[in-house]
T-cell receptor, first 115, second 112 residues
Framework: DTGVSQDPRHKITKRGQNVTFRCDPISEHNRLYWYRQTLGQGPEFLTY????????KSRLLSDRFSAERPKGSFSTLEIQRTEQGDSAMYLCASVPAILAYNEQFFGPGTRLTVL | GQQLNQSPQSMFIQEGEDVSMNCTSSSIFNTWLWYKQDPGEGPVLLIALYKAGELTSNGRLTAQFGITRKDSFLNISASIPSDVGIYFC????????????FGDGTTLTVKP
């Protein structure tokens, strides 16, 4: 499978615990985006990387959230001291270098449930 | 910030019927995208629109980029049961970020 992959697909955690999600973009896609989607709503932008550089962060990304893309390939999203309001689907998308940033290819998402 | 209003919120139709849904924005977009999302999966791109007035088809799907650049619509002709899902519009502005602003989706149910 050469699409965007995300791991884990589901995560259940207790409030206050830390969680980390991983995204593997399509090979040679240099832009990587993180979105959050709650039930009944469309995805909301969180942050994006061009290669290893994090170029923009949304106001939604509080201090408890941190994202990295150390080698410009896979990315991780960590949430510290999780809260019930963090329960959502976390989606990753990647864009190839050739296209003009428009057509984002999404992964299957990580469903986070905070108890 | 930018907001997208997508309507209708849900649709219940009979197999074979045509479907139309639309998105309006409070601000101008340079790109409109339409996605379909199945339960538990990420959105899958259906159609991308890059120019005002552009009309693009993908099989039974047709989408248009509004002339004002503040709206777009998606039509599905001769619906089939596998069209069931949530359809999202998304807009991208003229910055280089390429991030998308999404509507809240139209849930489509097709009755055989």
């Amino acid at each position: 499978d050469t699409g965007v992959s995300q791991d884990p697909r589901h995560k259940i955690t207790k409030r206050g615990q830390n969680v980390t999600f991983r995204c593997d973009p399509i090979s040679e896609h240099n832009r990587l985006y993180w979105y959050r989607q709650t039930l009944g709503q469309g995805p909301e932008f969180l942050t994006y990387f061009q290669n290893e550089a994090q170029l923009e962060k949304s106001r939604l990304l509080s201090d408890r959230f941190s994202a990295e893309r150390p080698k410009g390939s896979f990315s991780t999203l960590e949430i510290q001291r999780t809260e019930q309001g963090d329960s959502a689907m976390y989606l990753c998308a990647s864009v190839p270098a050739i296209l003009a940033y428009n057509e984002q290819f999404f992964g299957p998402g990580t469903r986070l449930t905070v108890l | 910030g930018q907001q997208l209003n997508q309507s209708p919120q849900s649709m219940f139709i009979q197999e074979g019927e045509d479907v139309s849904m639309n998105c309006t924005s409070s601000s101008i977009f340079n790109t409109w995208l339409w996605y379909k999302q199945d339960p538990g999966e990420g959105p899958v791109l259906l159609i991308a629109l890059y120019k005002a007035g552009e009309l693009t088809s993908n099989g039974r799907l047709t989408a248009q980029f509004g002339i004002t650049r503040k709206d777009s619509f998606l039509n599905i002709s001769a619906s089939i049961p596998s069209d069931v899902g949530i359809y999202f519009c998304a807009g991208q502005d003229n910055t280089n970020a390429g991030k998308s602003t999404f509507g809240d989706g139209t849930t489509l149910t097709v009755k055989p």
